[in-house]
């Protein structure tokens, strides 16, 4: 089992950015929607691996050198993501911790394999990341065929014999997440009463909840990201349709209730168990309470994905992406979201999911039943 790492006198190095000292001899990246609707979860990710790399150049770095830190900016697009992926790849980059849209990590990853290019995902849940078998793409958080099923059975057991109505916004990781939902609804004798789409990016989508009216749905199920969700669920409460509305774990941002304000209130969304709870992450949440800074959402993912590749490097003596990913696949690591074992498609050996409710401004963990 991978040693944890330690915080030692609360004295931490300093991160190394791009165009830092140029005595840093190992570059790794953090790729994300820095920029644009989705920014937000990017500053979770650029958060979470600045602390990373802070925390691991103060324990020495990796195979004796320094760890210097690339930022890269998808706005989760998938061309941008391309882009991105060949500059990481200019740089020479050893890991890229990202991306978080599934819609960008997919493509961008064809690049890093070509590279030979370590890809860790903190975030992307599509099947379709790992299933397509590269031995160097990898992620530590659930897949959309798993949180589906959790959050169909869920809406089965809170709303049963309602009215059932799931949108999405026609984007990978949003259409996988909610043809899983529709898949295991299905399964189980549930026909929806409306299947629907819209466009993200839009700021009006008024016509699809006179649709919901129309059709005196009980409950929505959307697929996708807080921005379209908080617009849809605000228009919703503006034309007095007070449903209750559930989604997946890309509602887990603060700025979510800054959008939907009130009309945000009782708002379901699916993610794993709060990882700030956990008391091996107590040390690393700390000291980033002390900067003024809550680690919400994937912050702590994201330093996980580093910590576990620094623990697998220093199994494997290389920061080689094949010697990497064969240490990834064959040892336990102690991380700041629990312990992390690697399949052979790169996914998580164990994962689990649990349901919040956004209340008064911000979202807690909840039991079965709300």
Request: aromatic share 10%.
């Given at each position: ?15 190394l950015l ?17 920029s ?32 210097v830190?690339e ?11 391309v ?13 890229v ?12 990853s ?9 890809q ?11 299933d ?21 059975d869920?809406?089965?057991k809170s ?6 109505a799931?949108?999405h916004d026609?984007?990978?990781y ?22 629907e ?35 849809i ?38 993610f ?21 800074y809550?680690?919400?959402?994937y ?19 290389s ?17 700041v ?24 401004g911000a979202?807690?963990q ?5």
């Amino acid at each position: 089992m991978a040693k944890t790492w330690t915080i030692a006198g609360g004295v931490f190095a300093s991160v190394l950015l791009a165009g830092g000292s140029a005595s840093a001899d190992v570059v790794i990246a953090v790729a994300g929607p820095m920029s644009g609707q989705y920014a937000a979860f990017g500053d979770q990710m650029r958060q979470g691996a600045e602390m990373a790399v802070k925390h691991l150049n103060a324990a020495g770095g990796v195979v004796g050198q320094t760890v210097v830190l690339e930022v890269g900016d998808d706005a989760c697009d998938p061309k941008q993501a391309v882009a991105v992926a060949n500059n990481l790849a200019r740089k020479k980059v050893v890991l890229v911790a990202g991306h978080f849209c599934s819609g960008s990590s997919i493509p961008a990853s064809q690049v890093y394999v070509e590279e030979n290019i370590l890809q860790i995902s903190p975030a992307s849940t599509n099947p379709t990341l790992t299933d397509r078998g590269y031995a160097t793409v990898f992620r530590v958080c659930g897949r959309d065929d798993q949180q589906g099923p959790y959050a169909a059975d869920f809406l089965m057991k809170s709303f049963a014999g309602t009215r059932v109505a799931i949108i999405h916004d026609k984007q990978s990781y949003s259409k996988g997440l909610a043809d899983s939902v529709k898949a295991s609804l299905n399964k189980a004798g549930v026909q929806e009463s409306l299947y629907e789409t819209i466009t993200p990016g839009e700021r009006d989508y008024t016509s699809v909840v006179t649709k919901l009216k129309s059709l005196n749905v009980d409950v929505l199920y959307y697929g996708g990201y807080h921005t379209e969700a908080a617009l849809i669920v605000r228009q919703m409460r503006e034309q007095g349709l007070t449903i209750p509305m559930m989604s997946g774990d890309a509602l887990n941002s603060n700025e979510f209730w800054s959008i939907t304000g009130a009309a945000g209130e009782g708002y379901l969304f699916t993610f794993g168990p709060d990882p700030r709870l956990k008391p091996e992450a107590q040390t690393v949440v700390e000291a980033f309470r002390k900067t003024g800074y809550d680690p919400e959402g994937y912050t702590l993912y994201t330093y996980a994905a580093i910590q576990a590749w620094a623990d697998a490097v220093k199994t494997a003596g290389s920061v080689s992406a094949p010697k990497v990913a064969g240490a990834l696949r064959a040892g336990s690591f102690k991380t700041v979201i629990g312990e992390l074992g690697f399949n052979a498609k790169g996914d998580r050996k164990s994962t689990d999911y649990v349901v919040y409710r956004w209340h008064e401004g911000a979202y807690t963990q909840i039991a079965d039943k709300p």
